[in-house]
């Protein structure tokens, strides 16, 4: 029974109304952040993976995880000192061991759960209703070369991509086309119409393009326009027969898409599927939270003022060596969680450092290397802490 009143003593603790407001900020600002992002870009042009990915790595695994482990497992020790309750604690007929693994135990729940309510509302900001989450959307990064993409649809010979672009608002009259809208598809067609060919397109001008080439894969029904398939036979066998069966719906878009991939083999990019790193990051968070909290579980056992030092560690040390060349990846946390729980970030230009950075750094942990690497420090260092836990003296804080 002693154990199940320390642990619930330590969730009481954890469950105080400042610690409680401070989570629940935490937990909404990766979603806030995605929204934000959803809503500031175009409809269709929005990558809910590239999104998810990004947030997920900078906000929730070096974060969150990284800030709530280190405030409540800091504040195991911190805060009975600070009180004064910690003669008391200690001197319970209770071994010294059993308080701090009780005590760490309900600090590890806590920072677990609160990262995976953030893990989970930041998928459904990114996933639902994200229509880049349909595999046959065309998304920017999908585009090997944005000049032949532009290109094709204005100067083109095919009667497949002729249907598109005639969708587009092209054979609109010239007063049509010069009033203002707010159509996307007339935007398309206006952009088409101003764009050189001699010149690489804007993110803009593609992004109105893509957007309005989504839209109508995803409504028009290509597939029953005779003029678009008049050159249907000279695709490929495969596509015939998938053209000839007449999809319907999600299908049919998939079918449109394919289409278009044989037009366009040099300039598209084939689509892969779309998986949501949710469910793999939802495992890997109790690692993480593991690994940090014994580290920072440690610190408290032998410094004053551990929260002080676990900052400068965690904003310091562990975001800069994770993102220098070759071995020195070894010596941080960050680096082992990273290797379990991959995010893959867009591509960067030639001119960004941190992809020149991410460029040499050569990839020198292994997935077996990184739960071996984690499993032993958590082991040691939570044992480190229980054996300074038991031995050292502690004295409340007298008040200044």
Known sequence: MSDIYLLRSALRDLFRIKKLITAACLVGFPMAIALLMRVGNREDTFNAVEAYNGIASNMIFQFIVVILALVFCTSIITQEVEQKTIVYLL????????????????????????AWLACVLLSLACFSGSKSYDSYVIR?????????????????????LLAIYKRFGGQQTEKRRRR?????????????EAYDISRQPTNTELAVVV???????????????????????DRSPALQQQVKAKP????????????????????????KPIVNPFSHDILIIPVAVLAYGALFLLLATFLSKPLITGLMFSFG????????????????????????????????????????????????????QAWVTLAAFTIIALAAAIVLFTRREYVPREDT
């Open 91 to 114: 001197t319970r007929p209770v071994p010294r061991w059993r308080i701090l693994l009780m005590k760490f135990i309900g600090a590890i729940t806590v920072t677990t759960i609160t």
């Open 211 to 233: 957007s309005s080439v989504n839209r109508i894969l995803r409504r028009d029904d290509l597939l029953s326009d005779t003029e678009a398939l008049s050159a249907l036979e």
């Open 140 to 160: 920017l990064d999908q585009i090997k070369d944005s000049q032949a993409f532009m290109t094709a649809f204005k100067n083109t010979p095919d009667p497949f």
């Open 317 to 368: 040390w562990e975001t800069w060596v994770p993102q220098m060349p070759g071995n020195f990846q070894k010596l941080s946390l960050m680096s082992y969680v990273k290797v379990l729980a991959p995010h893959q970030m867009p591509s960067q230009g030639s001119g960004n450092v941190g992809a020149l950075v991410a460029d040499t750094s050569a990839a020198v942990i292994t997935s077996h």
């Open 180 to 192: 203002l809208v707010f159509n996307n598809s007339d935007a398309a067609a206006t952009t088409l």
């Open 248 to 271: 319907t719906g999600v299908e049919r878009s998939l079918v449109e898409r394919n289409y278009l991939q044989e037009l366009l083999p040099d300039v598209l990019e084939t689509p």
